[in-house]
């Protein structure tokens, strides 16, 4: 199952998509975890549509599987590089990549909210847009061990895999054609993630 190949012509049988759609969800949500500027729900929702489209069977389970299991490595990876930062002398690149996504304001109410409700932080901030880098932060900074970090990243993975996953079905069962459907749930996509930013500057219009 492939959200690029679908929308090809001549279309390829469902096994070919599936031989390369599955690998390559699974390496770009994998590197959009360590990399935040590939976008990684667009690309869950675009794969949940082509597989709601597709008479495979648990072709949409695959994708949840693939999307999550990618999302949690990509962030446990990117933890423990972090942790290895701050243990070093001279830093790393990959905790300064983690501090210059989480500003100041932004990793100020993560580290209060961490302190508050824990875990479930982790869990919230992977469904909010930006979320995930300032809480990843935080908690490096309170220095939660991996194991941790770890038990409250996967659920954080999984509900955000479900929820981008239920975007693409939404897509999908609106219009007949998958190329369609992807369209509508890039877009949809889009306007999720760029919601939380408009209502900062709304607020900040409205305090001053």
Known sequence: MSWLAAVTTPLPTESTQQAIGYPS??????????????????LVSSAAVVAFHQTAPFSLALVFVTASLAAFLGDVTLYWLGRRGLKSKNGSRWLEAIRARAPEDRLAQ?????????????????LVPAGRLPVM???LLAKWPM?????????ACLAWAVTYQLIGILGGSLFPEPWEGVVAAVALTLVVSAVPSVWRRVRGWAAG
């Open 110 to 126: 993560a580290q209060e909210k961490l302190a508050g409700h824990g875990v479930a932080v982790l869990v919230l901030s992977r």
């Open 137 to 139: 932060l935080a908690c």
């Open 25 to 42: 969800l699974f390496l770009l949500v994998l590197v959009g975890a360590l990399v935040p500027v590939v976008p990684t729900g667009a």
């Open 147 to 155: 194991r941790r970090f770890a038990r409250g990243n996967l659920p």
